[in-house]
């Protein structure tokens, strides 16, 4: 297993932004192998400044291994599912011209609940739209993931679908879409901190399928929640299945973020060695 990074550690959708080199050169300087870059963080799509941050990267001998986009499948209209599907074959695209491995995606949800605090106090449920049903959703996701697969595989850029919430909010969901595309070319993204109730048992079931891992730490208290993770549990149940990847650090906590990353990095560098 290799440990890195995401620039999201660094800024949880508050404040300024930095411009992503300096994230990249704070990850290297704190020692981590790799970075995950945010897609806020890209600060534009022209093809001199994404080989500006790969030729960054590899000055620091910095991997980047993903890139995490947000994007949501769960449209009625089938004309915005067509751009979402655009939108996510794009940043294929991208991820390739960085160098990237793999590109997280999410389902999406109804967005019938509003307010993310909302949904953390319904435990990520949320009713559909009027109208329609899960299995709709479910039908959309697997249909617009298909569609996706072939410019995956022509680029060599894998699906990383992320357990976070909406249709992955349990293992159940994951794993009815993941085999409904089946497809060597969309895998799970396991988030130690994106499963409520049954954690261990839902991250053993999606164990097998998982080809990226987010792990949450909450130094400080976590922005929205905070869990208490067994790490020893989850890295046994990630050495069972054979996961030799890369595991990803998402800091969610409140203590300020290089301190934060800083106590992340010594916290997972004992499971990773």
Not at 27 to 34: D, K, L, V
Not at 83 to 100: C, D, F, H, M, T
Request: some cysteine; glycine content about 10%; overall charge neutral.
């Amino acid at each position: 297993m290799r440990l890195g990074c995401s620039t999201y550690s660094f800024w949880h959708f508050k404040g300024p932004k930095r411009p992503l080199v300096e994230y990249m050169e704070e990850a290297w300087r704190i020692g981590f192998q790799g970075v995950e870059v945010l897609e806020e963080h890209v600060e534009g799509l022209k093809p001199g400044y994404l080989s500006s941050v790969k030729r960054r990267a590899f000055e620091l001998g910095l991997d980047i291994y993903a890139v995490a986009i947000h994007n949501n499948f769960v449209h009625p209209s089938a004309r915005e599912r067509d751009r979402e599907v655009e939108k996510v074959s794009k940043w294929i695209g991208v991820a390739a011209k960085l160098g990237a491995k793999a590109i997280r995606v999410n389902s999406g949800r109804w967005r019938t609940v509003k307010s993310f605090d909302e949904l953390m106090e319904r435990k990520g449920l949320e009713p559909p739209i009027e109208g329609y049903t899960e299995e709709d959703a479910f039908n959309w996701v697997i249909e617009s993931l298909r569609r996706l697969v072939p410019k995956a595989e022509e680029y060599g850029v894998i699906l990383a679908l992320e357990n976070h919430w909406g249709l992955t909010r349990n293992a159940e969901g994951v794993l009815k879409i993941l085999k409904g595309v089946n497809s060597d070319w969309v895998g799970a993204l396991m988030d130690t901190g994106n499963f409520l109730g049954d954690i261990y048992g839902q991250l053993e079931a999606i164990a097998p399928h998982t080809v990226m891992v987010h792990a949450k730490t909450y130094f400080g208290g976590g922005e929205w929640y905070t869990l208490k993770i067994d790490y020893d549990r989850v890295f046994n149940i990630l050495r069972r299945v054979g996961f030799k990847g890369w595991v990803s650090l998402e800091y969610e906590g409140r203590e300020d973020p290089r301190r934060g990353v800083e106590r992340s990095l010594k916290l997972l560098s004992s499971y990773v060695g």
